[in-house]
């Protein structure tokens, strides 16, 4: 079936590639270029594990397509620390104690990075409200909504 | 999921010819959200997936105080919540749009490909009908104009005809004293999805209601207008036993569905209790 | 000088992995030639295999092998009972069962061919339920076996002798539902036949050790030929111990196929493939005095394992007898039966048999004291059991924090005030409850042993490498370890390197499992580090001609005891870089094993079988919705007796996740099972609780710091999650007055509770 090719800028950086239609943006990710930071935890459009930035809005990669991703920017969460420095929310949820098994974490801070983008300091409350695409069944999530506040604090002051 | 072919026609007149080619084996994609769920699971298994990511013309926000709203076909849910315009003329709107599914579905998913999916267990057809909304199809003979009422025919079915597409949304302009007010409940905090919404909008002058649209939905098969209830608001001064008797006509003038869910008996409880809170929230009334 | 990091908050050792992305699991594994695994699995519930026909499948371009059940070993496997094959042959006795495993060279082709495989199934009569498996002249589900997998009966002192003391007595049966594990990282393994014809397999998992003991059976080949390591596990909570498939059929195809194999569960397979908890029906009865002393108790179990039984006799014995030992009993009598039934099988759980029986017990407490006109709080604090207490079943009870557990609770739900408040109007109304409980640190019964080795190796730059073979699946096995290797060796901790479990170099252990790895890991790490300090000071003695006894260890360096300054008298790099050339290159290396002191139950189960015992307590304040049904739990305070806090902020963490799977099981989580098939096996329909369906969530520590813990420490991870549904299901009471026994707790139970509550009042 249908081949084709795609000019996206991951992290940053142009990358051209070929994908079978049927090749899904986490499978693209993942697969094709080896950024298993994305993960892959349901069918359903549920747990919010594969969450990145699609020209700046943060989508289910796992619900799209790389095809439809084509001439757009994609933000992973290998694309998140400068080098070696930690961006502040990886920061903030590693001292918080906001990850346990890790493996819902990428999702849940690339959620909080959309999240502090258009809400610099938002209230428990809406913290909570803007993970409501994401699982976690480690930490009861009271120690990411601490974290996320934490992040917030440092990004932008009190 | 099965494999495919991917089109990405430049019109909708060529996404409209694409679709009459193989009408059997051809779907549209819009964002893509509810649609990925039935081919990953393979329970659809389109031969051609015809993507509508290039049409320019089915996206953006224009209001109108003569015309109303438009509001093209690929406008996503949350622009929908964060467009002024919205915010300021249909806040039940934006105010259901900022709710629907989570953050990244919103993000992603859009108002026309939501119609056309014609889920029973979702917000906006609900709200769209009762804020009156008509939606705009093009098809191979032109363009049609429908009511939602009509658009929605059953379950995960709609009047679109082969080689037909939703291009925009059209909803008329709003009047002073016009309310609204759109509630969804979950069953559990923990759910996904709504066991019942209620959208009531009313136009008041003086101390009734000049015009009322009351719509059950997540609980029917396709969102339903209760007539009887909107004639007795519409003949009653609001108050609590308005109120009351108003939901109790709602909650008996619709078909609910029963399954794992929820059975038809609790769902039309629900109905009754959202109902009447809904209403009471519209006109400021106590709750208890 | 570097501060000891017991007692302090420590994050994760491999967070920076996690928090990057870069931490390496199972599924995101990548080598050359690797193909991808399916599973077709029955969709009946019983049935003949009369005949498979995979030969579509086999002639699919991208498909290297398409299994069944007569290319699997004829080896069984199982716990308790060797009684399931790889791949079924003959019969399939759930649905859900792997009948057919294939090997191709991408998922979605592997996929593809699944749909070309057909088979020939005869449909048998099925039975569902333990009552109907256990009628009499019902069809055994194992050849040659009746239906009760196990049977656990005991009497300890007079039961009829002590309800003729009684003053109240009070019987209720309660029934408790399935959990799914719900980890967030489904199961995955990765297989390999390397050059040498070894088995190379990296799994998600909680047991390295145990996972190539039952690939070795299964496979029929020694163990030696195995090799299994433990990737980065992204969550267990019991599941991912021994009771599912995943790693035995990516194992056959890759034996089969000779080329790499990644079998990664989707949610939905995941669902079918992994074991949920133990369902249980609980008829408890007790007779209290008017103070509300327990005199007698009589417990009747009848639990369903499924198709398989796993660990589940395990389970249903900690289900049958584990809450005895909370308080201090006389009389008490036990029954339970476990039941095969046609339905996807049960088995290990976080809590472990526990959170069943304390739902039971601690509704009935609260319901007692309300007969009794007391506080639960007062029945719990009379009957507790307290330090240097034996039980009734021999548990020796060397510390509890029970009293301080209840009182941080309720100071925190402000028990006193809202308790009982019966002048509520409207339509939401509040209300508390609480719930206390016990649980083990260890346990003998694994294998009269519970042992654990830890090797400490060190480098020629002074830093630490530790080898375990205890695996973490997040809780924080490796941090825990480093912190113990750090304090002792005044080492910063990074400078202690946990190296992931692999059976071909970690030292044996049993894995992770009935919250021993901080008491058994603990211990054998702290006498680990001593070893090694103390082969530091002689050599540093040696060096430096300084006494031996003149010499400590501070800040990663050996110097003298009394030097005000500091000085150091030899670095830890130039001691091990000395102990090299001085040892013909005999890097320091040490090994240090510690055997609890425990005594395995003998055949009337008494016994001391774990160390050390922790213990919880939780208050819960909850709102119902009379008119929607709906319970939220608008505040929940833990206290967790974990001996001693090694690491507050992990400690916190898994009492805040245990909380919320407690809550998920008693508000939001349920299994849908028809006619012995899952119907809601996605996240969509099966719904976890998300963040914002729960409380910010506050937690107590106690310590007691018990004499035979590790500091004083002991087990955390799993006391937590065992008085929720009960302290919500008391809260309930409380805030409308009607009392659910069954599990979970939904909208629709409470209001049919409510309905007919004012249909009694108004008789």
Request: glycine share 10%; hydrophobic share 40%; with cysteine.
């Amino acid at each position: 079936m249908s081949e084709h090719r795609i000019e996206v800028i991951i992290n940053g950086e142009p990358v051209t590639a070929r994908v079978p239609a049927r090749r899904l943006l986490s499978d693209f990710l993942r697969d094709d270029l080896g950024l298993t930071g994305t993960k892959r935890g349901c069918e359903t459009g549920i747990c919010g594990a594969c969450s990145v930035m699609v020209d700046g809005r943060l989508v289910k990669s796992c619900l799209s397509l790389a095809v439809q991703a084509d001439g757009q920017p994609i933000d992973t969460i290998e694309g998140l620390a400068d080098g070696e420095t930690l961006h502040p929310i990886q920061e903030c949820f590693i001292n918080g104690g906001g990850l346990q098994c890790g493996y819902c974490t990428p999702g849940f801070v690339m959620a909080t990075c959309a999240l502090l983008a258009a809400n610099p300091r938002p209230t428990t409350d809406e913290i909570r409200q803007a993970l409501n695409g994401n699982l976690c069944r480690c930490t009861g999530y009271t120690q990411i909504v601490e974290s996320i506040h934490h992040a917030a604090e440092k990004l932008h002051g009190n | 999921m099965r494999d495919f072919d991917f089109l990405e026609p430049a019109s909708a007149a060529e996404a409209s010819r694409m679709l009459l080619d193989e009408p059997e084996e051809s779907r549209l994609i819009a964002g893509g959200t509810a649609l990925m769920l039935g081919m990953r699971q393979r329970m659809l298994s389109p031969r051609r997936l015809i993507s509508l990511g290039r049409l320019e013309a089915l996206r953006g926000i224009d209001f109108d105080a003569k015309e109303g709203l438009r509001i093209g076909a690929l406008t996503r849910h949350a622009e929908l919540a964060a467009d002024p315009a919205v915010q300021t003329h249909y806040p039940m709107l934006a105010s259901m749009a900022a709710r629907v599914a989570n953050p990244q579905v919103r993000n992603q998913g859009t108002l026309g490909g939501n119609l056309c999916y014609a889920d029973p267990a979702t917000d906006p057809p609900g709200c769209l009908m009762a804020l009156d909304a008509q939606v705009v199809i093009q098809g191979p003979d032109g363009e049609r104009r429908l009511t939602i009422e009509a658009f929605l025919v059953d379950y995960y079915t709609t009047a679109l005809e082969p080689g037909e597409l939703i291009t925009e949304i059209r909803l008329p302009p709003p009047a002073e004293g016009d309310r609204g007010h759109y509630a969804r409940h979950l069953r559990t905090a923990a759910e996904h999805r709504p066991l019942v919404n209620l959208a009531a909008w009313v136009r008041q002058r003086g101390h009734g209601c000049e015009a009322a649209r009351l719509v059950v939905g997540a609980s029917t098969v396709v969102p339903t207008r209760v007539p009887q209830a909107e004639a007795y608001l519409m003949a009653h001064p609001p108050s609590e036993a308005t109120v009351d008797a108003t939901a109790e006509l709602i909650a008996s003038g619709i078909t609910p569905l029963s399954d794992a869910r929820g059975s038809a008996a609790y769902r039309r409880e629900m109905v009754r209790v959202i109902a009447r809170r809904s209403l009471a929230h519209l006109f400021a009334l106590p709750l208890e | 000088m570097s501060e000891s990091p017991i007692g302090r908050d420590t994050p994760q050792v491999n967070a920076r992995a996690k928090v990057t992305g870069r931490a390496q699991y199972a599924g995101d594994i990548q080598l050359p030639g690797m193909l991808h695994a399916k599973v077709l699995r029955s969709p009946h519930p019983h049935a003949r295999i009369r005949r498979i026909d995979t030969r579509a499948a086999r002639a699919l371009p991208g498909v290297k092998a398409v299994l069944t059940g007569a290319d699997a070993p004829d080896a069984l496997w199982g716990v308790h009972h060797k009684e399931r094959r790889i791949l079924a042959r003959e019969v399939v006795r759930f649905a859900g069962e792997e009948v057919v495993a294939v090997a191709a060279t991408s998922d979605e082709i592997a996929r593809d061919a699944l749909e070309l495989v057909t088979i020939d199934y005869e449909p048998l009569p099925a039975l569902f339920t333990p009552e109907a498996a256990l009628a009499e002249g019902a069809t055994g589900i194992h050849p040659g076996r009746n239906n009760v997998a196990h049977e656990i009966a005991f009497e300890r002192g007079s039961v009829e002798a002590g309800f003729a003391q009684a003053d109240l007595i009070h019987e209720a049966t309660y029934t408790t539902h399935a959990q799914y594990p719900g980890y967030l990282e489904p199961m995955a393994t990765v297989a390999q036949v390397d050059g040498h014809g070894r088995l190379q397999v990296w799994a998600s998992t909680q047991s390295v050790f145990l996972a190539r003991m039952r690939l070795a059976a299964a496979l029929e080949l020694p163990v030696s030929r195995i090799r299994v390591m433990q990737t980065t596990t992204g969550g267990g909570f019991g599941g991912k111990i021994v009771e599912d498939a995943n790693s035995l059929i990516a194992a056959l195809l890759a034996l089969k196929t000779g080329q790499p194999v990644r079998l990664v569960n989707n949610r939905l397979e995941d669902f079918l493939g992994a074991c949920s908890s133990l369902p249980e029906r609980l008829t408890l009865k007790l007779g209290m005095t008017r103070e509300g002393r327990i005199v007698a108790k009589e417990v009747t179990i009848l639990a369903d394992c499924g198709a398989y039984c796993g660990l589940t006799n395990e389970v249903m014995h900690v289900s049958a007898m584990r809450s005895d030992n909370m308080h201090r009993l006389e009389n008490v009598r036990s029954h339970a039966v476990l039941s095969y039934t046609h339905t996807p099988p049960h088995g290990a759980f976080r809590g472990f048999g526990g959170t069943q029986m304390l739902f039971a017990l601690n509704s009935h407490i609260d319901t007692m004291a309300e007969k009794l006109g007391l506080d639960p709080v007062a029945i719990h604090r009379l009957n507790a059991i307290q330090a240097g207490d034996t039980s009734i079943h021999g548990w020796e009870v060397g510390s509890t924090g029970l009293m301080e557990c209840l009182d941080q609770c309720t100071e925190a739900i402000h028990w006193a005030e809202k308790r009982g408040r019966r002048d509520q109007a409207g339509r939401r109304r509040r209300g508390v409850g609480l719930a206390a409980a016990m649980h083990v640190s260890g346990n003998r019964t694994i294998g009269n042993w519970d042992g654990s080795t830890v090797v400490v190796k060190l480098n020629e730059d002074g830093r630490a490498l530790v080898h375990s073979g205890e695996c973490d699946m997040g809780q924080g096995a490796m941090t825990m370890l480093s912190q113990v290797i750090a304090h002792e060796l005044t080492l910063p901790i990074e400078h202690i390197q946990v190296v992931p479990p692999d059976t071909d170099t970690s030292p044996f252990a049993i894995g992770t499992l009935a919250s021993r790895v901080t008491m058994s890991g603990g211990h054998a790490a702290i006498l680990a580090a001593r070893k090694a300090k103390a082969q530091l000071l002689a050599l540093a003695a040696e060096l430096s001609g300084h006494a031996e006894e003149t010499l400590t260890l501070i800040d990663g360096a050996v110097r003298l005891r009394d030097a005000d300054n500091g000085e150091i008298v030899a670095d830890l790099a130039t001691l091990a870089r000395q102990h090299i050339w001085r040892h013909g290159g005999e890097g320091l290396q040490v090994s240090a094993t510690w055997d609890p002191q425990t005594r395995m139950h003998d055949d009337d189960l008494y016994g001391n079988i774990a160390s050390a015992y922790s213990f919880a307590a939780q208050a819960v304040e909850v709102e119902v919705d009379t008119e929607t049904g709906r319970v939220e739990v608008v505040e929940s305070f833990v206290s967790d007796d974990c001996g001693k806090a090694f690491n507050p902020l992990a400690i916190h963490g898994q009492t805040n996740g245990a909380t919320v799977q407690a809550i998920g099981w008693a508000l939001y989580e349920q299994l849908q099972v028809e006619e012995g098939r899952i119907m809601n096996g996605n996240f969509a329909d099966y719904t976890l609780a998300t963040a914002d369906a729960v409380p910010m969530l506050a937690s107590g520590i106690v310590e007691s710091n018990d004499p035979k813990g590790p500091y004083g420490a002991k087990g955390a991870s799993e006391t937590a999650i065992l008085p929720g549904a009960a302290a919500i299901a008391n809260a309930v009471h409380d805030a409308v007055g009607v009392r659910i026994t069954d599990l979970p707790i939904t909208p629709e139970k409470v209001l049919a509770a409510l309905r007919a509550k004012e249909d009694a009042d108004h008789a």
